[in-house]
């Protein structure tokens, strides 16, 4: 009887230990556009990666193809600004880095998947546009994870070419450095109006290209 008391006591007492807590958030992704050195504006890609045309079509700028049946695109590179409004969570603001895999049809709908990445804090840190590849070396506490999802395309009479293009991502990732511990699922609706992916402030919408219903988990 002892024994089992004992062993009763020692099972409430790991239960205790190993609370998780679960918080929920939303959040904006803003894409501003960058400023290149003559001032003009330019989409939030930082590094174009590659992109195929199938089907004996023609690259055409900045991401696109001429005739053909679609286009592949393989680990570009963007930057965005995230922001939770409610709470103004830590964890939660500052600059979004993503890579983009895609393989879209002739109207550049389809699959895409890649990598992404959240720093808390400065948005949007020029040492990632300048110096994306040695800049991950020097951060320490950031979100990591991978994304699946799929670009669809939906008549709008209102928007600039009277359709826009709405992409549904599934985010997993788990906190590094100050949020080792921590996990991070999330799903996102992102909205833009041109074939290739740019900031709706090119043609005057200042509203968030995406919106993201965030989960946290933390084991204590």
Same mark, same amino acid.
């Given at each position: 009887?002892?024994?089992?008391?004992?062993?009763?006591?020692?099972?409430?007492?790991?239960?205790?230990?190993?609370?998780?807590?679960?918080?929920?958030?939303?959040?904006?992704?803003?894409?501003?556009? =960058? %400023?290149?050195?003559?001032? &003009?504006?330019?989409?939030?890609?930082?590094?174009?990666? $590659?992109?195929?045309? *199938? #089907?004996?079509?023609?690259?055409?700028?900045?991401?696109?193809?001429?005739?053909?049946?679609?286009?592949?695109?393989?680990?570009?590179?963007?930057?965005?600004?995230?922001?939770?409004?409610?709470?103004?969570?830590?964890?939660?603001?500052?600059?979004?880095?993503?890579?983009?895999?895609?393989?879209?049809?002739?109207?550049?709908?389809?699959?895409?998947?890649?990598?992404?990445?959240?720093?808390?804090?400065?948005?949007?840190?020029?040492? =990632? %546009?300048?110096?994306?590849? &040695?800049?991950?070396?020097?951060?320490?506490?950031?979100? $990591?994870?991978?994304? *699946? #999802?799929?670009?669809?395309?939906?008549?709008?009479?209102?928007?600039?070419?009277?359709?826009?293009?709405?992409?549904?991502?599934?985010?997993?990732?788990?906190?590094?450095?100050?949020?080792?511990?921590?996990?991070?699922?999330?799903?996102?609706?992102?909205?833009?109006?041109?074939?290739?992916?740019?900031?709706?402030?090119?043609?005057?919408?200042?509203?968030?290209?995406?919106?993201?219903?965030?989960?946290?988990?933390?084991?204590?």
């Amino acid at each position: 009887m002892k024994t089992l008391l004992i062993l009763i006591a020692s099972l409430l007492a790991m239960t205790a230990q190993a609370q998780t807590t679960f918080e929920h958030f939303t959040v904006e992704d803003q894409w501003p556009p =960058l %400023v290149a050195p003559d001032g &003009t504006l330019i989409p939030n890609i930082i590094v174009a990666g $590659e992109f195929f045309c *199938t #089907g004996g079509g023609e690259p055409i700028a900045p991401v696109g193809c001429e005739g053909g049946n679609g286009i592949h695109i393989r680990d570009a590179q963007g930057v965005s600004c995230v922001t939770e409004r409610m709470t103004h969570d830590w964890r939660l603001e500052g600059m979004a880095w993503w890579n983009l895999s895609a393989n879209w049809d002739s109207d550049n709908t389809g699959p895409v998947a890649g990598i992404w990445r959240i720093v808390p804090g400065e948005c949007i840190d020029m040492d =990632l %546009v300048m110096n994306p590849e &040695t800049y991950w070396d020097d951060v320490y506490t950031y979100w $990591e994870g991978t994304y *699946t #999802g799929r670009r669809e395309l939906v008549p709008d009479p209102e928007a600039p070419l009277q359709v826009k293009w709405i992409s549904t991502l599934k985010f997993v990732g788990q906190g590094m450095g100050d949020l080792a511990g921590q996990k991070m699922k999330a799903v996102e609706t992102i909205t833009t109006y041109y074939p290739s992916p740019a900031p709706g402030e090119f043609f005057g919408i200042t509203d968030p290209e995406g919106i993201l219903d965030v989960t946290i988990k933390t084991k204590y």
